[in-house]
């Protein structure tokens, strides 16, 4: 099935069947979603919610307090990913035109704000385009996209779709054409048509047993954790403050004929003998308190995959390569299910790089390209002393390439040029006894 004849079975033909499209409640529901979790992200909690009420006789505002741990908890997990550069391996002259395309372009600020978007939301959408002879890229947020499927859930054609002013834009990607209407004056109007040298928008998507065409978010797993540590410490501060103004109790007679003053703090008291006077209050069961919001924070990290140490909820001190790993174990666990999400997605881009690269003169065979690998180097800490002596015996006994030692230097982040800073120095010092680019490569 190709774009006319799903709008045919679908739309019968309407020509102006993108605005059926974006008004379909199924896509209302998930921009709905997209939106609400960006309130959540602002700062806009469920605690924020909680009503006032009457307490003693006035009206009492009580405590709402916001804990943006989803922020601190989304970017650790974008900077352990991405923190360091995605470096490319592989057949020489194409590793050079992918890094030079990534380098003017500056993909790798554009790969952390694809990361940010695909773990708040589940999904985002990239257009890759050529300008004044350059390939650049245009991130499409999830509250703008619109990705078309046919029966086999692959992807026909994709709606942008966005108000600026009052004016709604759309945008068609279709496989050979980029179309552009607005609604300028109350009614749908063509703008522009454009080739389209890239093809349809990269889709990076993460794994949902409910869809399979739609991602999960990050958030749907924590939202209901947070709002509860929120409701708990709020309630807990409410409970504090009211303490603090206890009641007096009198028991007995006063031998004073003036009634027992409110505002008793402060004064004397002249009892019948065997009369009491105390406050009275709650007892405040901390014990109780701490122990439930560690739970619930465990619980959290537990969720999230994010490593206790690096929420300051551990003490490290010396400790080695081995122990550092065992530490964040389950951060490089999730580190590696975001790489998937994130590598189709790479795949994907790299193929339209290609394609545009051939339309600029810069061609390679399939033998050549398939060589191209990417390696996502975590930001783990790590001792870089005993990483380097474990590489200098593996180098001493033969076991490892001059390439593969540089490839997992901490030292080192574009292995291809150090390999021809190594040949170039060489040369220049009559060395001839370490090998040579073109011999690694």
């Not at 974006?22 to 309130?39: C, G, H, L």
């Not at 050979?176 to 703008?191: A, H, K, L, Q, S």
């Not at 389209?196 to 928008?201: D, E, I, K, V």
């Not at 009641?247 to 008291?269: H, R, T, W």
């Amino acid at each position: 099935m190709n774009l006319q004849e799903y709008i045919k079975a679908k739309y019968n033909n309407e020509p102006h069947w993108f605005v059926a499209l974006v008004n379909e409640p199924s896509n209302q529901m998930r921009i709905n979603d997209v939106f609400a979790k960006k309130e959540y992200l602002n700062g806009n909690h469920a605690i924020l919610n909680t009503p006032s009420y009457e307490y003693k006789g006035v009206i009492y505002n009580p405590r709402r307090i916001v804990l943006q741990y989803a922020n601190t908890l989304l970017d650790f997990q974008k900077a352990f990913l991405l923190a360091n550069p995605v470096t490319y391996t592989g057949n020489e002259e194409v590793v050079k035109a992918i890094n030079n395309i990534n380098r003017k372009g500056k993909f790798d600020r554009l790969n952390i704000k694809l990361m940010d978007k695909l773990l708040k939301f589940g999904e985002v959408y990239e257009y890759i385009y050529i300008q004044d002879d350059k390939i650049k890229s245009k991130i499409i947020d999830t509250s703008e996209g619109y990705p078309i499927y046919d029966q086999n859930n692959e992807q026909l054609a994709f709606v942008q779709h966005y108000v600026n002013d009052g004016i709604g834009y759309y945008i068609i990607y279709d496989k050979d054409t980029v179309t552009e209407y607005n609604d300028e004056g109350g009614e749908i109007r063509f703008v522009a048509s454009y080739p389209n040298l890239s093809g349809l928008p990269v889709l990076y998507r993460t794994d949902n047993d409910m869809s399979e065409t739609q991602g999960e978010s990050e958030l749907d797993s924590w939202i209901h954790k947070l709002d509860e540590m929120e409701n708990l410490i709020s309630k807990f501060t409410d409970t504090v403050y009211k303490n603090m103004n206890p009641l007096p109790i009198a028991i007995g007679m006063d031998l004073k004929d003036e009634p027992l003053q409110s505002n008793i703090v402060g004064q004397g008291l002249r009892l019948e003998d065997g009369a009491e006077f105390r406050f009275a209050s709650i007892n405040l069961d901390v014990e109780a308190f701490n122990t439930l919001y560690e739970k619930l924070l465990s619980s959290l990290l537990d969720i999230s995959s994010t490593p206790a140490v690096s929420m300051n909820r551990a003490e490290v001190s010396n400790i080695s390569e081995t122990s550092i790993k065992i530490l964040f174990y389950l951060g490089d666990v999730k580190a590696k299910m975001n790489e998937v999400y994130m590598r189709d997605g790479f795949e994907e881009r790299l193929n339209k790089f290609r394609k545009l690269l051939a339309l600029q003169g810069k061609t390679f065979t399939d033998d050549d390209f398939e060589t191209l690998n990417m390696t996502f180097q975590y930001n783990l800490p790590s001792n870089d002393t005993e990483i380097i002596n474990n590489l200098k015996t593996l180098n001493d006994i033969g076991g490892m390439s001059l390439e593969s030692l540089l490839e997992k230097s901490p030292y080192t982040n574009d292995t291809s040029m150090e390999l021809q800073r190594l040949s170039k120095s060489n040369v220049n010092t009559g060395v001839s006894d370490v090998v040579t680019v073109n011999e690694v490569v």
